[in-house]
């Protein structure tokens, strides 16, 4: 099994990242703030306008270590990730696979079962630990209409009304999804999904978590030799990591939602935790962002069974594994891909 490196995060804005010798050095204007052993890493996450020194993007591509650039507010820039590492065949299978409706409906269907199971999972897994803060029947009326969903997925002849089913158990899920929130509601107040850019503190966190998600799932997919920007569910569009984001349907509700959802019910996060913005905009500040992603850290160290090895895995595997049954898949090693299930 992969072994779970850290990930380097740089949350500072003018920080700038160089390379020296073998060593990621962070640097603050003339002064070497820290330095990293680039061996020790799986990742590195820029938050930072400065950026960092074509050696290190050199080296970065060079060793197969993800080098993400993001603006200070979460919004993705560009990273080092380099399909030519890697084999050429499972490629051109991926290609054809994803030209083919047939073997691209066998695909998206288990991929949307899995979001669509763990959505349900997940809020009804909140009823049962605190019946008496939530609307109990409320989550039953969405988890049975996202269990009705569910069943209509088996029958479902293309991509399209696979989108349609998904977008209409979405709603269901985020209709409740206030419901979860069971700390200081004045501020973590639900209403719908906001984006481009988030208008509420929770759409701001959960955008920062799916952006740190998706960038998981891509550098996961680059990992096996997949290539993150051809998906299935997702259309192709210029700069858009179409794979990376069908693969973290299944994740987004039980680790990026639920991730969330403990930052707030914890009460890590508060209304001091965010800058609101003329334009509406909220976006979170420096130290609550460094605190995020400490916390997103050990998250990722956590343990659980996968449903389907059936062995201890730490979560941050997860979407190494799923990019490993998508490539044993199509290397013909197994009927079907096999979602994740959460248990």
């Known amino acids: 099994m992969k072994k779970l490196l ?23 204007g003339d002064d070497t703030h820290k330095q990293i052993p680039l061996h020790t890493l799986n990742g590195i996450v820029s938050f930072s306008y400065k950026g960092a020194s074509p050696a290190l993007m050199g080296k970065c591509a060079e060793t197969g270590v993800l080098l993400s650039l993001f603006t200070p507010f979460g919004k993705y820039l560009c990273d080092t990730g380099n399909c030519t590492n890697g084999n050429v065949y499972l490629r051109r299978t991926q290609f054809r696979w994803a030209d083919d409706e047939t073997k691209s409906l066998s695909v998206v269907k288990n991929m949307m079962i ?25 989550i039953r009326l969405a988890a049975d209409r996202i ?27 985020f209709g409740v999804f206030n419901e979860l929130i069971l700390q200081n509601k004045d501020t973590f107040s639900f209403e ?11 759409n701001c966190l959960l955008s920062f978590a799916y952006a740190l ?36 349907e299944e994740l987004r509700s039980v680790f990026a939602d639920r991730f969330v959802l403990t930052l707030i019910n ?14 509406g905009a909220v976006i979170l500040n420096d130290d609550v962002r460094k605190r995020f992603l400490s916390e997103w850290q050990a998250k990722k160290r956590e343990e659980i069974v996968h449903p389907f090895l059936k062995e201890k895995i730490q979560w941050g595997l997860v979407p190494y594994v799923q990019a490993l049954l998508i490539s044993r898949l199509m290397r013909g090693d197994l009927d079907g891909y096999p979602p994740f299930l959460k248990k």
């Open 147 to 173: 269990g009705t969903y569910l069943e209509a997925l088996e029958t479902a002849e293309n991509r399209d009304s696979i989108r349609g089913i998904e977008g209409n158990a979405a709603a269901e899920y």
């Open 213 to 248: 998600l998706a960038n998981e799932c891509s550098a996961a997919l680059r990992s096996v030799g997949l290539d993150p920007f051809v998906g299935f569910m997702h259309t192709d569009r210029p700069g858009r990591c179409s794979l990376s984001l069908d693969m973290m």
């Open 6 to 28: 850290n990930t380097l995060y740089v949350t500072t804005e003018d920080a700038y990242l160089s390379l020296n010798g073998e060593t990621v050095e962070v640097i603050f």
């Open 114 to 138: 899995g979001k669509l199971y763990n959505a349900k999972y997940l809020i009804l897994h909140y009823m049962r630990d605190h019946p008496l803060q939530i609307d109990c029947e409320k």
């Open 192 to 202: 719908r999904r906001s984006r481009r850019p988030p208008t509420d503190p929770v």
């Open 266 to 279: 914890n009460r890590i996060v508060n209304e001091k935790s965010f800058t609101f913005m003329d334009n």
